[in-house]
């Protein structure tokens, strides 16, 4: 089953305030990817992190991966009306065994 | 145009009816799967595929069928549906598993 929780599951924000989901395991992590799906859409893929304190970022997004590869986040700076939608992390504890988090729930407020 | 497509994106039919969701890519991905998408509960693996003729059971395969005759396709079949199917399926594609997926756009099923 999965081990993984996704915090928070809604996140009310005003326009230029910062925001950060989180997927913490409780078993070590193969790796994880973030996928954001918008109002109505389909996931979309953001990124993937594979390595130990793996740090990566997209203009304002930015993705760590904890030393243990037990938990990641995603944090965005000044957050704007179209970083609304939902968050998911998709992760992997071994070679067949791959799952979404439930998600975090993005709403910004102009 | 790199994509993944679902037909139909949006269907309503009664309990028993067969149905089938036909998905499609023309990225030439050997791995594809079927998800279903339910408040408070995420995304939700039914079935994959890592290639032609191969096919495996995800997370919640009950009550669904599938298969990989071609690379390009890959059907979900729904032989009984039943009220506790309704939601919002997706089909999702990409070169290996734990990598990057391409999703389509959805498919809304109600069954009444």
């Known amino acids: 089953g999965q081990q993984v929780m996704q915090i928070p599951q809604y996140q009310h924000v005003q326009e230029g305030e910062d925001f950060t989901t989180y997927c913490n395991s409780s078993?070590?992590?193969?790796?994880i990817q973030w996928y954001k799906q918008r109002p109505g859409g389909h996931p979309v893929f953001l990124i993937q992190?594979?390595?130990?304190?793996e740090v990566k970022k997209q203009k304002r997004l930015t993705f760590q991966f904890g030393e243990a590869k037990k938990n990641s986040s995603l944090h965005i700076t000044a957050t704007q009306t179209t970083d609304v939608g939902t968050y998911f992390c998709?992760?992997?504890?071994?070679?067949?065994?791959?799952?979404f988090g439930t998600g975090t729930r993005l709403t910004v407020i102009p | 145009e790199a994509q993944v497509t679902q037909n139909p994106r949006y269907l309503i039919t009664v309990t028993g009816k067969k149905l089938t969701v036909t998905c499609s890519q023309n990225?030439?991905?050997?791995?594809m799967s079927w998800y279903r998408q339910d408040p408070g509960l995420g995304l939700r693996q039914i079935y994959y595929?890592?290639?032609?003729?191969v096919t495996d059971k995800g997370d919640v395969p009950e009550g669904y069928k599938v298969s990989r005759k071609e690379k390009r396709n890959f059907p979900l079949i729904l032989e009984s549906p039943s009220p506790n199917q309704t939601s919002l399926y997706f089909c999702?594609?990409?070169w290996g598993r734990g990598i990057e997926q391409y999703f389509g756009p959805g498919t809304r099923l109600t069954v009444t």
């Open positions: 998709e992760y992997q504890t071994g070679a067949n065994n791959l799952f």
């Open positions: 595929s890592m290639n032609v003729e």
């Open positions: 992190l594979v390595k130990s304190g």
């Open positions: 990225m030439n991905h050997e791995y």
């Open positions: 999702a594609s990409s």
């Open positions: 078993t070590t992590l193969s790796n």
